[in-house]
């Protein structure tokens, strides 16, 4: 049988195995190598190909296009001026982008100092979002995946992720107790992994 | 195990997160400096949110934006080699030593510069408050706008002359008149569609009425005539809430219906 009829959809799957990561991670290395010597047209490849994400995320926890397009540059401009700490000690670069947007979004949300403890944990190979057809599909199934669950688990999930609330305020916000809201924030992100690892 | 209890994996999401108290945040830290498991299990979760993050739909960048960003790399590479920083002069040690002597002029001046700058920053919070509050409730508008859109498509599907109903059979069947019921009582929302209707002269038409469940009399629910295909629908009648059905009917009615239905009743289910 040939290669290209085997079924490989698996993003996933895929992304996690670093050895046969090929579509997206070596471009990426390259180009975050030529940002180190300076390349601003490598780096506006970068900003082509993230931006439109970390815009996404920012507005969609900010709801402010001139907030959100200040979050893209703030990240952007900092992996412009410190390339190289991101080329093997973040593991994927395009989620640790994700999680570096969604928590900028939420400190200036809720107007507090950016916290850096975070942002600086390695991210497991595990989320290859370079690759623009294997992130449609696996963000598809994301997607579908975080429709199916439970009401309560989604409402919790979104009230921490998206409006960076913490567990002891949306505790009080849905009236639940914190150890139901922590449970339910768990097992929405265990389906989410499971899911995904199908 | 480096000796300690490892971090319940809520804690870990949380922390992932930043959904933590500070306290508890710092509890967290100072394990994960020194637990390499619990370091890898955040990573993980911070995996998973990475992808919670990336399946937001994608939005268009403002206009200008990428111009923007090449201009601000730009500026940063030339301000990376011009002059060095350190041969600038320390503006704070300047101001300092230019200073005069203080006068109560100049103690009262001082204050009120003061005060404008808490005035200002006062201002400043309110505006930043009003914009987020304006923000949010654009975003509620265009999500109901969306909500609206999609409720609009539904009533489109449902009603349209030109939507396409087709009636399945098994095998090759005549189609036989039929009408389906989708009811909520609580709501007194009901959703009917009829296929495969006979036509009607002119001066006839057909009405739907709900029998209820505590043998009050039959309510009308609306009135209808198929189109060419023998397809009709009636989509959110003017109904009493709170009426559970024992049953719908279907009557021939003078065309601009009754109060009480006509037998005999051509169509039912329960």
């Known amino acids: 049988m040939p290669e290209n009829q085997v079924n490989p959809i698996n993003p996933y799957d895929r992304a996690r195995d670093a050895g046969r990561s090929a579509t997206g991670k070596p471009e990426e290395a390259a180009l975050l190598a030529r940002v180190i010597k300076g390349d601003q047209d490598a780096m506006v490849a970068i900003y082509d190909r993230y931006a439109p994400m970390i815009y996404s995320v920012a507005l969609r926890v900010l709801k402010d296009p001139g907030e959100a397009e200040d979050i893209v540059q703030e990240i952007l401009v900092q992996v412009w001026q410190n390339p190289a700490s991101f080329v093997s000690e973040r593991g994927s670069f395009g989620a640790w982008l994700v999680v570096v947007a969604r928590n900028r979004s939420i400190d200036r949300l809720r107007r507090r100092k950016p916290s850096e403890s975070v942002d600086e944990v390695v991210l497991p190979a595990t989320t290859n979002l370079a690759n623009e057809a294997e992130r449609s599909i696996m963000l598809e199934k994301v997607r579908q995946v975080l429709v199916g669950l439970p009401t309560e688990q989604q409402k919790s999930l979104e009230l921490a992720f998206f409006e960076g609330l913490t567990h002891t305020e949306i505790a009080a916000k849905t009236g639940d107790p914190l150890g139901t809201v922590k449970t339910r924030i768990r097992m929405a992100l265990t389906s989410l992994r499971k899911a995904m690892q199908s | ?270």
């Open chain 2, 1 to 270: 195990m480096n000796g300690a209890q490892h971090i319940p994996e809520e804690d870990l999401a949380l922390y992932a997160m930043q959904a933590l108290s500070p306290e508890e945040t710092r509890a967290v830290q100072a394990h994960l400096d020194v637990c390499p498991a619990c370091r890898q299990a955040v990573s993980e979760a911070l995996g998973d949110l990475a992808l919670v993050g990336a399946s937001v739909e994608l939005q268009p960048l403002p206009q200008g934006a990428r111009e923007r960003f090449m201009q601000r790399i730009g500026a940063d590479s030339n301000l990376a080699t011009s002059s060095d920083r350190s041969t600038r002069p320390a503006h704070s040690e300047a101001t300092v030593t230019a200073m005069p002597r203080r006068s109560l002029f100049g103690t009262i001046g001082w204050l009120a510069a003061a005060a404008a700058l808490f005035f200002a920053a006062w201002l400043a919070n309110q505006d930043h408050n009003l914009r987020q509050q304006l923000n949010a409730q654009r975003w509620q508008v265009t999500q109901l706008a969306a909500k609206a859109d999609r409720a609009q498509d539904l009533m489109d599907a449902l009603t349209s002359r030109s939507a396409q109903r087709v009636t399945l059979t098994e095998g090759k069947q005549t189609a036989k008149p039929a009408g389906h019921a989708t009811y909520l009582p609580s709501r007194g929302a009901l959703i009917f569609t009829a296929t495969n209707m006979r036509p009607l002269p002119s001066n006839k038409t057909y009405e739907l009425w709900l029998i209820p469940a505590n043998g009050t009399g039959p309510v009308p629910a609306g009135l209808f005539r198929p189109d060419a295909t023998g397809s009709a629908s009636v989509v959110l009648p003017a109904l009493p809430q709170g009426v559970p059905a024992k049953a719908f009917g279907i009557t021939i009615e003078n065309a601009v219906g009754s109060t009480t239905p006509t037998l005999p009743i051509i169509l039912s289910g329960s």
